[in-house]
């Protein structure tokens, strides 16, 4: 990896593509050695970088919070199972619901770990920019 692909990555990928760029590069699986080459490329970046790459951290962590959508959505599929009970039997309404809950959590857990990146990256960001300007 080199600072023109951090660049690269920060300025022109989309919010799930830079995402998925953060998760393979410092995530879970990376090893520590590979944690740290990725760490003292992010500390290359220059300041104005490190400035559009913390905004475009916090607009990730915005667009994928859960918090903010999925009430109103548990409000429209009671208020659709609701109506649908008296059109459709129990059972199907049952398995409907089921097929739903199992789609959301599966939706829920995928925003979760963008979120979760993008969380990260904004925290080192910032720690680097606030060690820069201490110099």
């Given at each position: 990896?080199?600072?023109k692909?951090y ?5 022109k990928?989309?919010n ?8 393979d ?10 944690t ?44 659709m199972?609701?109506?649908y ?8 309404i ?24 993008a ?13 820069k300007?201490?110099?």
């Amino acid at each position: 990896m080199t600072v023109k692909e951090y660049e690269e990555a920060i300025l022109k990928k989309g919010n799930k593509d830079l995402a998925n760029f953060i998760i393979d590069n410092f995530g879970i699986k990376q090893s520590t050695n590979g944690t740290k080459d990725h760490f003292q490329i992010l500390k290359m970046l220059s300041d104005d970088l490190l400035i559009v790459g913390i905004a475009r951290m916090d607009q990730i962590e915005t667009d994928y919070d859960i918090s903010k959508h999925y009430p109103l959505l548990l409000g429209i599929l009671g208020i659709m199972f609701g109506a649908y009970q008296f059109t459709f039997g129990p059972l199907l309404i049952f398995v409907s619901a089921s097929i739903t809950s199992l789609f959301m959590l599966l939706s829920m857990k995928n925003e979760r770990k963008i979120r979760r990146a993008a969380v990260y990256l904004r925290s080192l960001l910032i720690q680097i920019k606030d060690s820069k300007s201490t110099l």
